[in-house]
């Protein structure tokens, strides 16, 4: 009996840290709603039956008031080809399974529909890892899931490609954030709603003792002026779905014109 791989997220526990959020926290899905508008603008092309995909369907609606809003849930709500734009906001990196939401996202577009996406990326809350894992190594002698796992870009590029996407672009920006300490941060990550929903978390009440150490550690090993840095790298993802119409690479050894004449070179051929 073959065994289903083990869950990322636990969704209850991600849909209660959702309910948790405030107002005040939503700083980064605005702003990463504000740059998918920005970046849309770009795009020549009008776009009537946009859709969202997201787990703040408020903020995202302010964004983009014409389109579906959908929850992030293991099966989208989105019928196959009636969009010509799909927005995953923000949600992505809690996915039990990205290439499934991506692959959905793809099959709610019309031909020649453009989907862009935007998740927390890999250097995202770096150097609250690695205080957090210094310090309950030194105070447990080892480790238990804190922050979830978040994808490089180089991966979710390929996951794009995998996903059926034509011509599929991945890059990333980074945020600097300052706080007046890691308390500061934690009360604002729950602002987010971007607590601990890890299916694998430590369920047992910890020692305030460790976050202590946790604040101290982070503050001598990043802190500057009296104030942390945090790290929250936004990761854009851009493809579109397969249509006839689009460009396609050539054929090998099917050019017209050697690139040595173009140059204005002598070509020399490789030894066999």
Do not use: C
Request: net charge negative.
């Amino acid at each position: 009996m073959t065994q289903s791989p083990p869950k990322l997220t636990d969704p209850a526990q991600l849909a209660r840290n959702r309910a948790r959020a405030t107002p005040d926290g939503m700083f980064l899905q605005q702003d990463a709603a504000d740059e998918v508008q920005d970046r849309l603008t770009e795009v020549n092309r009008p776009f009537t039956k946009p859709a969202v995909v997201t787990g703040f369907p408020q903020i995202w609606a302010d964004f983009f008031p014409n389109a579906v809003i959908v929850p992030d849930d293991e099966v989208l709500a989105l019928a196959p080809g009636a969009h010509d734009l799909v927005i995953h906001g923000l949600s992505l990196h809690w996915a039990n399974d990205p290439v499934g939401q991506l692959i959905q996202s793809r099959r709610a577009l019309k031909p020649d529909g453009l989907f862009m996406g935007v998740m927390f990326g890999g250097q995202t809350l770096s150097e609250l890892r690695s205080t957090l894992s210094e310090a309950e190594v030194a105070h447990t002698g080892g480790l238990s899931p804190r922050v979830a796992p978040m994808g490089e870009i180089r991966d979710l590029g390929a996951l794009m490609q995998r996903a059926g996407f034509a011509l599929p672009v991945a890059d990333s920006s980074l945020r600097n954030v300052t706080y007046s300490d890691a308390f500061s941060l934690m009360r604002d990550l729950r602002a987010m709603g971007e607590g601990n929903a890890l299916d694998q978390r430590l369920k047992r009440p910890v020692s305030r003792s460790l976050f202590a150490d946790v604040a101290q550690r982070y503050e001598q090993h990043f802190g500057t002026d009296g104030r942390i840095p945090a790290t929250f790298e936004m990761i854009f993802l851009t493809g579109w779905a397969p249509d006839d119409s689009q460009q396609k690479p050539l054929r090998p050894g099917s050019a017209m014109a050697r690139l040595s004449d173009a140059l204005n070179t002598d070509e020399t051929k490789l030894p066999d």
